[in-house]
């Protein structure tokens, strides 16, 4: 019998992940760590978090830096780092986001300043990061870029009708830039449900246990099945881009 040539691991070298300080984006990091990636882990405001969280990565050489997704100046500042330090970059994780919980059926609670804030933070921030990445992007090896959306862009249902807007924003432009980047970067968007992390204020345990009770797999999905996801479409899927990955325990269906 012939032997299957079966290619290496598309490992990054050097990978950044924003929102690393927490949830996906922590455990993201760990994964590639683990892998023998380093990771820049990126945070908004914790820099004591972020720090915690590489002193805790396998492997050495990784940093945390301040990477606000309402700061377009700290995006620029980070670039710059990152390329007199690396010179460039072979993964961009877009994790971070945060959220304003307000019922759908109350759009008067959903003003204005909550919209622009909740699209700022979810689409126009995680778009300004890669395009300010772009051309460290395009030095890199097998350089893949993967946005942490929303199964909200997809069923409508989500923390706020303003959220669900920007995540299906940011699914358009995984699909778009798939084609603006491609050949040197390839682009997805990995979408989950409601993920078992602080990230929706207020939200417990015993409600992403009801939910996950209806779902087709029953299974409340972990930060790191999403980060799972993640680094198989860095990884893995290296003939694949401008998809978005489901990680919703088949709620999409």
């Known amino acids: 019998m012939a032997m299957i040539d079966i290619p290496s691991l ?15 984006g922590r455990a ?23 720090d915690e969280v590489v002193a805790g990565l396998q492997g050495s050489g990784h940093l945390a830096m301040r990477i606000s997704m309402e700061d377009a100046q700290s995006i620029t500042a980070a670039a710059a780092a990152v390329e007199q330090r690396f010179g460039s970059l072979d993964a961009l ?15 008067a609670a959903l003003t204005d300043e909550i919209f622009d804030r909740t699209v700022m933070i979810n689409l126009r921030g995680p778009f ?13 090896a097998g350089a893949a870029i993967v946005n942490v959306s929303s199964i909200a862009a997809r069923t409508g249902i989500g923390s706020s009708l303003a959220y669900v807007a920007a995540k299906a924003g940011v699914d358009a432009l995984t ?10 970067v390839r682009v997805f968007s990995v979408s989950p449900a409601g ?6 204020p ?24 999403v980060a799972r996801a993640v680094v198989a479409c860095i990884v893995n899927l290296t003939s694949s881009t401008g998809i978005v990955v489901p990680v919703d325990e088949g709620r999409h269906l």
């Open 128 to 140: 300004a990061v890669m395009r300010t990445f772009r051309p460290l992007l395009e030095r890199g």
């Open 28 to 50: 993201t990091a760990a994964r590639l760590a683990a892998l023998g990636s380093t990771v820049i882990v990126g945070y908004n405001s914790r820099p004591e978090i972020a």
């Open 195 to 200: 993920v078992d992390t602080g990230f929706v």
């Open 175 to 184: 699909i778009a830039l798939a084609k603006v980047l491609a050949p040197k």
């Open 93 to 107: 994780v877009n994790s971070g986001g945060s959220t304003t919980p307000v019922p759908a059926t109350d759009l």
């Open 10 to 24: 598309a490992v990054p070298r050097t990978v950044l992940v924003t929102g690393g300080s927490s949830g996906i």
């Open 202 to 225: 207020g939200r417990t345990r015993e409600q992403l246990e009801k939910t996950a009770e209806r779902l087709p797999l029953g299974h409340v999905t972990t930060a790191d099945d």
